[in-house]
């Protein structure tokens, strides 16, 4: 297929440029994507300077949210009895695991330029991964085909208990950076042998953990795929709970924890009894099947009610918050024209090679954006006055607020590529390998993009505004647990509302640019 479809050209032109760096740099033709028109862009700030200011000024203290309505969703009948099935996952396990091993044979042994591998990882997975984890919390671990291959093999495991030291995030979020400099200076996103190489070394990583460690340790501590989305499904409206706290106290058992005969208990070391968010939940319905008294169930809930009602700040949680917030912003930064002129002038000036400069660039931007942060915590305690919190606990704390202007910018950015790339599947359906077949018909054929651009310019700024508001409020909620008296409150938000201003300004301005479209098939 031509590295431009025709029926993309009123949107799209066509450039060549040096991807990838070191010995993997190569010279490629690729599509640049139109930005979002100014009028739009000014639209989006202005929405977001006003609503900021009336949710400031509008707020009612007194409405801590605390109580909202649940529905229960297993009352439904054919799901509840679908959830009790013993082959339940399982299911959904083997269908993603058939996805898997395609991926990865096709990464291995397919046309190097004509492959399914990376459209169906990077424009369909990726993208849906964090749609999914908005809407659904932590589904996808429930599917994963890592977990699914490595359970099989943990029936030989030593069952060590995890390292109390590495008893947090900060494995996962070490990966996640080594994968995003690995995925954007190394293009892996356009080689299918790269991404199935991945998808290996994530399988070799869950299998040697299930092997040595007890449970799903690699779920809870290593897995990126896992804590990326168990951040984001602090949004979701979707939640595994007790129906009454009561009856797990009660309950001498424990079966949700400690398992059964037929059930093996959670295996992230939860006990259902306390849980009150969504982070380390991997929402395998384990717990659901071996209670005794039918007390567990799966709920919907109003969206961010577990950042609304957060109860303990994680130094690790609030990490992987900025993190994400700085890599996804990378991350459509390095998708800009700008960044290749930026690139290069750094190199020319410095003589560094490209390795050297693309990974200063990202920790410079990792840097101001945790640096920014960590200002505004200062500030927010210097206005404050008279307040006995430190500046870690409200670094700590006004962190989660973050991760609703990350998730809705991460959505933004994906649905360029979801909508206007996600087409190019059809045809690799009948080609999945590059050898030139055509099983159904579709491998020689132009498709339409599934959303037209001015549609998705206008999905994408709104994603923008709502993520904003989203991160107001939740700040805004997070004061009332830090402050008694209401003039400390508002002063202490005052310099992370303009910081969060920035960074959906930063967002709208990503949006606006023209963005080089590098994945394909």
Known sequence: MPPLDPILDPFCSITNLVIGIGDNAVNQQVRVMSGAPLWLAMVALACILILTHVIVALRDPANDMTKYKKWDLLKIPFLNAWVHKPWFPSMAQFIFSVFFLLIISAGLFGNPNRNVATVLTWTWWWALLIFLAAGAGTLFCAMCPWEAI???????????KWPKWARNMYPAIVLFI?????????????SPAATALMGVIMLTMAVMTAILFERRAFCRYVCLVGRITGVYSLFSPVEIRSR???????????????GNETNTGCPTLLFPATLSENTHCTSCTECIRACPHDNMTIQIRPLASDLFHKIRFQ????????????????????????????NHALRAQTGFGPEVVFTALML???????????????FSRFLARK??????????????????????YHLAHNCMHLFMEGQQLIPLLSDPLGWGWDLFGTSEKNYRPLLGLPSIWIIQMVMIVVGHLYGVVTADKISLKLFAQQKQRILSLIPLLILMIIYSSVSIWLIAQPMLMKSGM
């Not at 009454?244 to 400690?258: L, M, N, P």
């Not at 690790?316 to 998708?335: K, N, R, W």
């Not at 945790?370 to 200062?378: D, P, T």
Request: charged fraction near 15%; charge should be neutral; hydrophobic fraction near 40%.
């Open 364 to 378: 410079i931007e990792l840097g101001i954006c945790g640096g920014a942060y960590l200002l505004s915590s200062i």
């Open 387 to 408: 307040t006995r919190i430190p500046t870690g606990r409200l670094f700590k704390a006004y962190a989660y607020s973050l991760i609703p202007v990350a998730l809705f």
């Open 315 to 342: 130094w690790d949680e609030s990490i992987l918050a900025i993190v994400l917030l700085s890599l996804t912003t990378f991350h459509g930064l390095t998708m800009t024209p700008h960044w290749t002129t930026w």
């Open 244 to 258: 009454s706290a009561e009856i797990c106290v009660e309950c001498s058992s424990k079966d949700c924890y400690r």
């Open 150 to 160: 490595s359970s099989r093999i943990k029936r030989l495991g030593l069952e060590r």
């Open 178 to 190: 080594l994968l995003t400099w690995y995925e954007l200076g190394h293009d892996i996103t356009h």
